[in-house]
């Protein structure tokens, strides 16, 4: 197949939500229709459960569990499809958003009974930070969920994004009976299946025809009519170049669990998201179709057995094909690095691949050369954008408990950060540390690595910092600020100067005080 085939038949994306709305569930059932996999329950969860806190290795094991399901390919009418999984726990939100930056598109599922939830609203910040293209599906209408309409209005509301009913549910719970397609005008009746792959239809040329009373009962067809109508002058057809700006958002509605609503999910997904877009870099935007192999790292992934300090990194194929054994420029180390042993992954099973293509995502074993953002060419010095640090929620500081173990201490700490399992921050004169997460679980986490892994005793203490920001603005005002605030400046690590603060009030007062300075939560902001 040709180079520009390749690229034109690949679709990499993420399907994204709150823990528990079904994403896991949704995935299987896609695997189902790709033909991966034959059974449902065939893929593990990889939630971290509420395992209790202490059980450090147990968190470690279902982090593993990750690494397995990362990538999930699989062919369908012709496309491949990459699916990026993220973790469901909330600490490492981190992570599901960087991998937002290898993708070109998501599926955002959402809990009919609960509606939009906290972290569904934080992920669709990160989305139309990077004006990725948006489908929503909404799952468990087995369940009694809110009303349809209201469910729209409030994606609309907290989610601030247009969006365009593709199916329409009859009714919900109990009394749930299928689906209307709104575009095709056709019936898609619900029985529970967990096993089925594939739904019925019941092409429909007018809502009119009396069949409709017969299979719905007159007073829901009715219901279905008047819906439809309403709906139809409210939205009209889905318009493709809004939804790939990111502007509308075209929704389903079905159960994940009863493998219902998912074809119509998928054909149109096939058929509307994007293929591999171009991506910008320091120096010039890189188009997919560019013959010169480009990528860059979005996730690390330390082995789980201690013993062996490797880890693997994955790189998302920009441009060109990614071939093994090929010698690339690591252009933050500028150095030669080759990979004798790549690979991809197929469902649940890695394979060793010769090549990959844009849209590709492909695991490298690394000794410690990669952090997250770094970029591969073929000798071209430009680093991909848009894989932002954000500020973490809680901080504290690194203190070292055992002063004959310093070095092991700052390795680990270096090497643990790199992963992106925390973001680090070094005030000199002092060489003071502050980690920040987003939850109290890669403190443990980290703590339990450090010693077991490198040897090296700690503790973190709590600090009262409310938010790194990062700063732009008059250059001067910066250093004058940077004087003035000295105590509460420290490096991130690609060397930015970053001002812990210490409230919203302090930082506020000090965006007063200092009206040329823009203070960012992002390492990465327009200006
Ligand atoms: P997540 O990855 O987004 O965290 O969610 P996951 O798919 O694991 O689904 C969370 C729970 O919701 C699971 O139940 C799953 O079976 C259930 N679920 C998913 N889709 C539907 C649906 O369409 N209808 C209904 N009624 N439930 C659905 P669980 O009890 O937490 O886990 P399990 O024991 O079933 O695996």
Same mark, same amino acid.
């Given at each position: 197949m040709s180079f520009d085939k390749e690229i034109a038949r690949r679709k990499t994306f993420a399907i994204i939500s709150h823990p528990d709305a079904g994403k896991t569930t949704l995935t299987e059932k896609f695997l189902l229709f790709g033909g991966q996999i034959q059974t449902a329950g065939a893929v593990k969860s990889n939630k971290i459960k509420k395992t209790a806190a202490s059980d450090f290795m147990e968190i470690e094991k279902q982090r593993g569990i990750s690494v397995a399901t990362s990538v999930m390919s699989f062919e369908y009418k012709g496309k491949l499809v990459n699916i990026l999984d993220t973790p469901g726990h909330k600490d490492f939100a981190e992570d599901t958003y960087r991998t937002l930056t290898a993708v070109d598109s998501v599926i955002l599922v959402v809990d009919c009974v609960k509606g939009v939830e906290e972290q569904t609203e934080r992920l669709m910040e990160v989305c139309r930070m990077r004006a990725t293209p948006v489908i929503v599906f909404i799952n468990k209408l087995d369940r009694d969920g809110k009303d349809p309409f209201d469910l729209l209005e409030e994606l609309e509301n907290k989610l601030n994004i247009k969006v365009h009913p593709m199916s329409w549910p009859i009714n919900m719970g109990r009394d749930f009976k299928g689906v209307y397609l709104l575009e095709s005008g056709s019936l898609n009746l619900f029985e529970s299946n967990k096993s089925k792959v594939s739904d019925d239809y019941l092409r429909l040329t007018d809502l009119q025809d009396s069949r409709l009373d017969g299979m719905l009962g007159e007073k829901d067809a009715e219901k279905l009519r008047e819906d439809a109508e309403l709906i139809d002058g409210v939205y009209g057809k889905v318009n493709r170049e809004e939804y790939m700006q990111a502007h509308v958002a075209p929704v389903f509605f079905g159960s994940a669990l009863n493998n219902f609503g998912i074809q119509e999910l998928l054909d149109t997904f096939i058929e509307l998201a994007p293929i591999?877009?171009?991506?910008?870099?320091?120096?010039?935007?890189?188009?997919?179709?560019?013959?010169?192999?480009?990528?860059?790292?979005?996730?690390?992934?330390?082995?789980?057995?201690?013993?062996?300090?490797?880890?693997?990194?994955?790189?998302?194929?920009?441009?060109?094909?990614?071939?093994?054994?090929?010698?690339?420029?690591?252009?933050?180390?500028?150095?030669?690095?080759?990979?004798?042993?790549?690979?991809? %992954?197929?469902?649940?099973?890695?394979?060793?691949?010769?090549?990959?293509?844009? !849209?590709?995502? $492909?695991? #490298?074993?690394? *000794? /410690?050369?990669?952090?997250?953002?770094?970029?591969?060419?073929?000798?071209?010095?430009?680093?991909?954008?848009?894989?932002?640090?954000?500020?973490?929620?809680?901080?504290?500081?690194?203190?070292?408990?055992?002063?004959?173990?310093?070095?092991?201490?700052?390795?680990?700490?270096?090497?643990?950060?790199?992963?992106?399992?925390?973001?680090?921050f070094t005030q000199e004169p002092g060489s003071r540390k502050f980690v920040g997460t987003v939850g109290e679980?890669?403190?443990?986490?980290?703590?339990?690595?450090?010693?077991?892994?490198?040897?090296?005793?700690?503790?973190?203490?709590?600090?009262?910092?409310?938010?790194?920001?990062?700063?732009?603005?008059?250059?001067?005002?910066?250093?004058? %600020?940077?004087?003035?605030?000295?105590?509460?400046?420290?490096?991130?690590?690609? !060397?930015?100067? $970053?001002? #812990?603060?210490? *409230? /919203?009030?302090?930082?506020?007062?000090?965006?007063?005080?200092?009206?040329?300075?823009?203070?960012?939560?992002?390492?990465?902001?327009?200006?």
């Open positions: 591999p877009q171009s991506r910008p870099t320091s120096a010039r935007d890189v188009d997919p179709n560019e013959k010169k192999f480009t990528g860059f790292i979005f996730k690390i992934h330390a082995n789980l057995d201690p013993k062996h300090r490797d880890r693997i990194a994955f790189l998302r194929v920009c441009s060109g094909v990614f071939e093994r054994n090929k010698p690339y420029t690591h252009v933050r180390l500028e150095k030669q690095v080759r990979f004798a042993n790549p690979y991809t %992954f197929l469902a649940q099973s890695k394979e060793v691949v010769d090549d990959a293509y844009p !849209g590709d995502v $492909v695991g #490298l074993y690394d *000794t /410690g050369n990669f952090k997250i953002g770094d970029t591969l060419t073929e000798g071209e010095k430009l680093m991909f954008k848009g894989i932002p640090s954000f500020s973490p929620e809680i901080f504290k500081e690194l203190l070292n408990l055992d002063p004959m173990k310093s070095k092991q201490l700052e390795k680990g700490i270096q090497q643990l950060t790199d992963e992106g399992l925390a973001s680090l679980l890669q403190f443990e986490v980290l703590q339990y690595r450090l010693e077991h892994e490198y040897g090296a005793k700690c503790r973190f203490d709590p600090r009262q910092i409310h938010k790194a920001c990062w700063m732009s603005g008059d250059e001067n005002e910066i250093k004058d %600020f940077m004087k003035f605030r000295m105590n509460n400046i420290a490096m991130d690590k690609d !060397g930015q100067p $970053v001002f #812990l603060a210490e *409230t /919203g009030y302090i930082l506020r007062t000090m965006q007063e005080k200092y009206p040329k300075i823009s203070f960012h939560a992002t390492s990465e902001f327009k200006v």
